[in-house]
């Protein structure tokens, strides 16, 4: 990370920011250093070789049908009464989500380190599907890692994931026993490629994401400024590992005029109820025991966006003051929910409306040109037994 | 480095040392204390006494359900160094390492830890995932070093030639040679690798070595004690008959005599 | 239409073709006469406005995400050996299908008539979804119709058109039970707007639906001379009423080098099993029997296909002998739809996958430099229970 | 021009007509002539007798449920003419009106079908769904006229001025004004609106008007004929009744009566 710059971190070990307070780093153990660093080396030749990255964009617009959309939610705006509303529409991505771009630059990384076989975790089960897909595409075969809980709630990614020809191994949990278990296979399988979903984890993880996420703040900065002539006054994303966050933020990180704001599930804000740790190989904010033995946490409706810890440049941004993060309640994500079906026609995944929840009280009372951008990440099919069983009754 | 654990791979017999890995406080701190002395009693020269922590990455189910169900009863690192102290009291000779993850040992936090464990009488900590690239490794190596205590490194199957002198160099007290890719317990190696692994690391050192993951019986201790390397660590086997006789009155003696087993067949 | 030209039909009066054998017309009551006239209108008008035509572009790129890319699909194309295969990824639209093009049309044109409600008929609940959420965007409110035996099939689109703020209206039956009561729910209310599905029904509808989904087949113009230096030789898609078949040939109806095929439900085949006849307010090729006073035909696993009937373009186009017309079997979708998903990691709608059956004869036995395009209108997070029923077993 | 029912409008009484429409063959081709010998013996001036389709657009549930019932007993057109021949038999002065949609007819074909309804005693057809931009609609217009049968044409309250003036240019036997918007047998029309309607189209013509739709009682059609109209129209009421007493011995008898109580009223 240069002096002048958040956007250049982290450094070689994966360290953002210097000193007791640097995050990230490499907490992982010694079977899988050599692998890292392999994986580290493959990242940095592959992101010098124009070719590659020229095949990325390739897929990225052919497969995955990028540009995402920057829409103005003139309804919301006018409901709302406040600030102009923009939505990036990463639902309309092939798969519904931001996650299948990360997914299909790892795949192709893996192939092109010529890795035979993908390893991938999931909560929501966004990841896994879009993996699954990619990994068809791509011709290989993976392992996803999932918790017995998401997969009861999101089944409908787990079906199309085998359809696709994925397999799956189920844990007792969530996403963090699903991260977990997948360490763990990797481990016994240092050969494979793991398809790490968010920016958490091990470094390069984190900064290999928020490379292939960051397509979506370059999106909308040239989206915003072709639209609306003008950039986001304000950039708001919700904040799991914190992929979508990154990937929307990461373009604007040396622009502080830009007020950026992540959004955790209040059940397990990490960066606004935790402390800093070491689990799950990395150093940064997560909610544990003060003695560091176990992982804490409630349950949200958001599954993709219940996770105790957090990726460590957030926990460096968050120290630094150049992102703001708060959280939101299930009450306020099912609201926000329900808001922007019926204004906007749109059925969102539930962890966005974590995003949307707080945007909703930061529009009331702005001015009507201020700028305000959701990163809208999924769409709701895979929530819909959820929303039902809590609102079905709101909509008869 | 460990003065205890420099003596300890001076000493000509056992030619291979038996390194035996517990849980620490598992089923509860007296029956773990009341184990780990049988295990001395029959011979372990090396004992790992592990701590728990819920995402625990290196363990396989086995261990796992050891570790879940210390963590249910809420016992953490300050009741496991407590039980290296009671060790220490009962025999003065046996090594004794702290063995887990990085996690309790930031938030103890690192430099108050090592001083609490030299109190105990430990000689050496092993943390599964912290190799020398995490500044945690090296305020903890840094602090141990200068408490004569030594840090436990591990060599892969997937390490190269580079990056093990690299781990020689900082190595301490014995080097832990992870003799498989994978989880504790379920894979077992075979004993050419491990004769292979051992001559390499040999070539770059002269630092006592044990191999580790997968050995199950005293016929895989046997065999894998032919490979040159100077310890044989077993864990999973000793936890797994730990785990399955629970409520055996006779769990403690029988432990001893399964020990027994390993120790015998080991010069 | 012009003597010179396949484009320009129909006449004033609905009427594809001339004497005898033309299709179309206006079949319908005369409560709805008036109407129909004044929609007729209306249509004329708002595609002479510029500025209409610019708000209903606007609303694709911005709230449907178009143009839907046109995809190089390398795997099944090297998997069957032949000819070299894109498919037009219109599932990557908003609400997941080409369906809501169409929707937003007509609701536009609904607005722009000062219309305050809208009524419309659903098979695979596609078009519900899709103009309940355009219905939501711009504030009317919706009734849709669907038959009792496709809502328990399709329950997602049903759910989050309810989410979107619209009301179902349920009759036992299918897609053709639900057109009928759509058009009595219609004359019931003739101060509402219906929004026409497919390019059935009396004129103008079928004028109309085609209109708004050609800019399928002149999306696939510019992209395949982008990306491919020229355009497909042949192009394939599903059959319903029509409304992705002829909005992916219409811009090519004067093209006779460039093979068009349309692959309907084996079950429910107008165009390959009926004769001419007038039901549901046009003339066409239909299944029914003998006498005229029954309607016919099986069950089909694509709800969206299963339509004995099919719109009057159609049936004049098959006459003219300018596009070919094939149908699909339930067993013969599930393969494809099997292989679509394992080679391509995309999880289909079941409809298009008739499609995708017919492309695999062809594709096999056409050189490598043949090209053809099959149009990927729908997603299949509709459809998983289905699948799950008849082939999960396949995927374990 | 249908004669028969040029005539049946010129006679002074009743002074409005009562047309009646039943489903053809329902319940059975038997009851149905029995049912519409009744309607004939108590003063219905005008039979509708409607042949069924299954994707009727104008009926409401009542109708559709007849049809539907005589579709799976399998009857069709050909029934329902046969059905029209023993009516006339019975009697020579009223008009039979057939009464249904452009589906049967286009499959008949259209030319057959006219030649054979003439041999049957018909006056007039009503095709529902047959407007008159509709090919077929003037192929079947043009047919009748020849043969000296009317197409009764239908005007509906969404109709403009402009569009009436077409339609009763084109119009013969009567004028079906359709009082309300909708399917049969549901919404009701007020009398206000059909009076007004009535003056609209009799300042363009002399030809008689009928009005239907919703007439449920003999007090509705006693409250329509008030209208300036020359007939009004009963469906679903008389359906609906025979629908509800399938098996009442007393059916046939009873929907006499019922029909005499509406034309008790209509003088
Ligand atoms: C739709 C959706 N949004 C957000 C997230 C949260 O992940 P992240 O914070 O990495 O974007 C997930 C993760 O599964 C997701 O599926
Ligand atoms: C995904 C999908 N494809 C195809 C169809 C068939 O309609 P059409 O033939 O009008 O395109 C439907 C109709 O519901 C549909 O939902």
Known sequence: ?396 | MSDRLKKIFTEKLPKTKLVSYFVGCYPTPEISLELIKQAIDNGVSILEVGYVTSEASAEGPIIKAAHDYVLNKGHNLNDIIKLVKNIRDYNQDVGIVLMGYIANLYKYPISNFVDDIKVSGADAVLVVDAPHELKEENQLRDALNKNGLSLIKLAAPTTDDKRLKDIVNIASGFLYQVNVSGVTGVKSASETDVTNFVKRIRNLTNIPICTGFGIKSPEDAKKMSNSGCNGVIVGSAFVKYIQDNLNDKLLTQNVGKLIKSFTNVLE
């Open chain 1, 1 to 396: 990370m240069t002096k002048n710059s958040y956007k250049t971190g982290p450094d070689e070990l994966g360290y953002f920011g210097s000193g007791e307070s640097a995050m990230g780093g490499m907490a992982v153990g010694e079977t899988l250093m050599p692998v890292l660093h392999e994986l580290n080396q493959g990242f940095e030749e592959a992101i010098k070789d124009q070719s590659f990255l020229d095949e990325f964009d390739y897929h990225c617009k052919h497969y995955i049908g990028r540009p995402s959309p920057l829409y103005y939610a003139e309804n919301l705006t006018k409901k709302l009464g406040g600030a102009k509303i923009l939505f990036k529409r990463e639902h309309l991505n092939h798969t519904l989500s931001h996650k299948v771009t990360n997914s299909l630059f790892q795949v192709l990384l893996a192939k092109r380190m010529k890795k035979r076989a993908l390893i991938c975790e999931s909560g929501a089960g966004q990841h896994f599907s879009a993996t699954a897909a990619v990994a068809a595409k791509f011709d290989m075969p993976l392992t996803g890692v999932m918790g017995d809980i998401d997969i009861a709630r999101v089944n409908q990614n787990i079906i199309k994931a085998k359809h696709y020809g994925a397999e799956l191994k189920s844990v007792p949990g969530t996403l963090k026993e699903a991260i977990t278990e997948a360490i763990k296979t990797f481990s016994s399988n240092p050969d494979y490629a793991y398809i790490c979903g968010s920016v958490v984890s091990s470094a390069p993880y984190p900064r290999i994401v928020q490379f292939a996420q960051s397509v979506i703040g370059r999106e909308i900065r040239e989206q915003s400024m072709e639209q609306e002539g003008r950039l986001p006054d304000m950039l708001i994303a919700c904040c799991g590992g914190g992929s979508n966050l990154i990937g929307m933020i990461h373009e604007f990180l040396d622009e502080p005029e830009i007020i950026k704001i992540g959004v955790e599930a209040a059940e397990t804000a990490a960066l606004s109820n935790g402390t800093p740790g070491i689990m799950q190989g990395m150093k940064t904010y997560m909610l544990q025991t003060d003695d560091g033995s176990k992982s804490l946490g409630g349950s949200s409706l958001g599954a993709g966006i219940q996770y105790f810890s957090v990726g460590p440049q957030h926990s460096f941004l968050r120290d630094q003051g150049i992102v703001k993060y708060t959280s939101a309640t299930d009450k306020e994500i099912l609201e926000a929910y329900k808001l922007i079906a019926s204004t906007e026609g749109i059925c969102s995944a539930l962890e966005p409306m974590a995003g949307a929840a707080e945007l909703i009280k930061q529009a009331k009372n702005k001015p009507k040109d201020y700028l305000i951008c959701l990163n809208l990440c999924g769409t709701g099919e895979k929530d819909l037994n959820t929303i039902q069983e809590h609102i079905g009754k709101d909509f008869e």
